[in-house]
């Protein structure tokens, strides 16, 4: 039995999944005729109570194409020092867009309004222009924490009296909806623009939906191109989003239940040295100084237990929607004879 906790992408679709994708009526999505993906689109921007969506193949071109509309090359994004889309997304703010992150040294990833008034250049020709602030809910090198909406509300305050966009990268925001009890359209009113994945928690093949009102989105389509985005008879892979969006939110309950559990074994072990906090479906930890990291991952791996690395001594396990009950409570037996 192999265990893959890498990460929630690493899903396969379920029966289910892949019958709604053979059923699905298709067109050429380039002409803006396929009706499936058409259907997604609108579906989502419904829920986020925006004008407009627009579907990706990854989270990533969303976060890049969303960095395009809301600066110029020069600018200058406001984000957390662990934010995807400065240590995850190949430099691509610097590549695509020509602009450099100001990073803010929060906690698990969150900061606060009073940072981010801290972190916004003064109106000086020979300063970096700031024009947005970018957060990510749920935190993945935070340990999948969630943000408090009040300082998200507090945080918009301050980009609406400075002038700044706002995005968020809502690779996981369904975990964060689950756990705090929260709805699209609160995000909505909130952000300019939304990235959401389909292909982590909700168990798709692929895809990810860019959201926002047409006088920010209406430049995203082109800039998808741009990046070779584009796809043709894409309905068969918006179908499964479809499903997903109807079947499989609700149940990311189990997933942050089973990680839970599982940082509840490994805080039992003399060689952890810490845990992050656990609210959703990532567990982040380090072990104790001495331990050879690698090898650590080599013996969960001799067992076909695959976990990954994070850099700076950080271990991560992603529960998932493939994670079954039979692989819990394997992994919990084998973690507890450490």
């Known amino acids: 039995m192999t265990i893959d906790l890498r990460s929630d992408t690493v899903t396969k679709p379920s029966h289910q999944m ?3 994708m053979m059923q699905a009526q298709v067109g050429d999505d380039v002409f803006r005729e396929d009706v499936t993906v058409n259907k997604l689109e ?11 969506a627009l579907f990706f193949p990854s989270g990533t071109m969303a976060n890049q194409t969303a960095l ?35 990073l803010i040294d929060g906690i698990q ?8 008034e801290e972190a916004i250049n003064p109106d000086a020709y020979y300063y970096s222009k700031t024009s947005l602030v970018e957060i990510e809910n749920t935190t993945n090198k935070g340990g999948g924490a969630c943000w408090d909406f009040n300082e998200i509300l507090k945080i918009k305050t301050i980009c609406t009296h400075n002038n700044l966009g706002f995005h968020l ?52 389509i082109r800039i998808r191109k741009i990046f070779g985005g584009n796809m043709r008879q894409a309905g068969y892979l918006a179908a499964a989003g479809l499903y997903a969006l109807e079947n499989n939110i609700d149940r990311l309950k189990e997933d942050h239940i089973r990680a ?3 940082g509840e074994v490994l805080a039992k072990l003399s060689i952890i040295k810490s845990i992050e906090p656990i609210e959703t479906n990532i567990v982040i930890f380090e072990l104790n100084d001495g331990i050879d990291e690698k090898m650590f991952v080599k013996k969960l791996a001799n067992k076909s237990i ?33």
């Open 18 to 20: 892949l019958e709604a």
């Open 42 to 52: 609108r579906k989502v921007a419904e829920m986020f109570g925006k004008e407009d």
């Open 68 to 102: 395009k509309l809301h600066t110029n090359p020069g600018d200058q994004v406001i984000c957390d020092k662990y934010a995807h889309i400065y240590n995850y997304e190949s430099g691509g703010a610097s590549f695509n867009s020509g602009v450099s992150c100001k």
């Open 109 to 116: 990833g969150m900061f606060t309004a009073k940072q981010v």
């Open 169 to 220: 990268d809502g690779a996981r925001l369904w975990n964060a909806l689950v756990v705090k009890n929260e709805n699209t359209k609160q995000y909505g009113e909130v952000f300019d623009t939304i990235s959401v994945c389909l292909s982590k928690g909700l168990g798709c093949p692929i895809g990810s939906l860019l959201v926002g009102d047409t006088g920010i989105m209406k430049d995203a």
């Open 260 to 262: 839970k559990e599982i």
């Open 306 to 338: 695959y976990i990954i690395s994070m850099g700076g001594g950080k271990l991560r396990m992603v529960t998932h929607l493939d994670y079954t009950d039979i692989m819990h409570n394997k992994l919990i037996g084998l973690i507890a004879s450490f």
